[in-house]
């Protein structure tokens, strides 16, 4: 069964780095549009960012926008969030999330869903 794997989570101080990988085990997702949503406590799921299959496109909300850079390698199954300059309010858990196409994935075609990491911003 294809399975997402993060890692990378943790607790850093306000205004520290982090980088969050995602790397399946049992299949690769080369071919489908990746991205990362999160969840703090008391709310809904959010969307974050999303990169396409090959790593042409790449969106952000606007909340990240310019703090959090998503890639990927392919050859590697891997794809990466790198967030900067964090703040105490992207204290959440991090799901990777694999889409259905190639395109950038949304939050209404997610095909697999990782089980999480726990990022905590301390101020």
């Known amino acids: 069964q294809a399975q997402l794997v993060e890692s990378g989570g943790g607790l850093v101080q306000a205004g520290g780095s982090l980088r969050l990988s995602c790397g399946p085990s049992g299949r690769t997702f080369s071919s489908v549009g990746m991205g990362w949503f999160r969840q703090a406590p008391g709310k809904e799921r959010e969307f974050v960012t999303a990169i396409s299959w090959s790593g042409s496109r790449t969106l952000y909300a606007d909340s990240v926008k310019g703090r959090f850079t998503i890639s990927r390698d392919n050859a590697k199954n891997t794809v990466y969030l790198q967030m900067n300059s964090l703040k105490p309010e992207d204290t959440a858990v991090y799901y990777c999330?694999?889409?259905?196409?190639?395109?950038?994935?949304?939050?209404?075609?997610?095909?697999?869903w990782g089980p999480g990491t726990q990022v905590t911003v301390s101020s």
């Open positions: 999330a694999a889409g259905r196409d190639r395109g950038l994935v949304r939050p209404g075609n997610v095909g697999h």
